[in-house]
């Protein structure tokens, strides 16, 4: 599939467009939230240097063919009335004969609190059943990740299950919280 034609996305508030490679001014809109332990602490690693940061924005303007499992679409989000990447929308396929795709999003604290996680979550939600013919949609995120629980809530994603103990983040045992939503499930903007 060519999602070149398909990209960018626009929302009321929001432009969802591929990172653009090397550009410093990406790279650093980035590393402004992956830096942030706050921001590490429920993605299970450490915050990220610069230059991890420079080599995810190039993976990332590479667009996936959508065709094997692991192929990943990560997307910048800017605000409309300003430019700068202010967070980041993943879709990854868990499953292409399945169909299966898991969403993932991260946001810079500075701009937490006024929906514009849910709404780039809605938008690319929203693409992945319709253009990217995803079946069902889910999301893992930490027990602990209340934020991240209210926003797969208000997408209209069910909770479907409780991985007890599931992961190792530093000496701290991980549970997991998976939520899905099925096409028709989907609460749409
Ligand atoms: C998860 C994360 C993106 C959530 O950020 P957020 O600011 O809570 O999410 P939103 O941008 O959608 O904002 C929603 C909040 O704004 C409020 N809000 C204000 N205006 C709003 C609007 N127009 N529309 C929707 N919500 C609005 C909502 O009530 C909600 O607050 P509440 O959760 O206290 O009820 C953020 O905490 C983050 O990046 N965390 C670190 C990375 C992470 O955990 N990623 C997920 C791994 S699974």
Redesign the pocket.
């Known amino acids: 599939m060519d999602l070149t034609r398909a990209l960018p996305l626009t929302t009321d508030?929001l432009l969802l467009r591929p990172f653009v490679p090397e550009d410093p001014e990406d790279i650093d809109g980035m590393y402004a939230?992956h830096r942030l332990p706050?921001?590490?602490?429920?993605?299970y690693r450490p915050p990220r240097t610069r230059e991890q940061c420079a080599a995810v924005v190039t993976d990332a303007a590479t667009l996936p063919t959508w065709e094997n499992d692991g192929d990943a679409l990560i997307l910048a989000a800017e605000r409309a009335v300003a430019p700068g990447v202010i967070?980041e929308i993943v879709l990854r396929c868990a499953s292409a004969h399945a169909r299966q795709t898991e969403i993932?999003?991260?946001?810079?604290?500075a701009?937490?609190?006024?929906?514009?996680?849910?709404?780039?979550?809605a938008a690319l939600a929203a693409f992945a059943f319709d253009t990217l013919r995803t079946h069902r949609l889910f999301?893992?995120?930490?027990v602990e990740?209340?934020?991240?629980a209210?926003?797969c809530g208000?997408l209209g994603m069910r909770r479907e299950a409780h991985l007890v103990e599931n992961d190792l983040d530093g000496d701290r045992w991980g549970s997991e919280y998976v939520y899905a939503a099925l096409t028709h499930e989907l609460r749409r903007a």
């Open positions: 508030r939230y706050e921001v590490a602490r429920h993605l967070g993932g999003w991260t946001l810079h604290p701009h937490g609190g006024r929906g514009y996680a849910t709404e780039a979550a999301a893992r995120l930490d990740n209340t934020a991240s209210r926003l208000r």
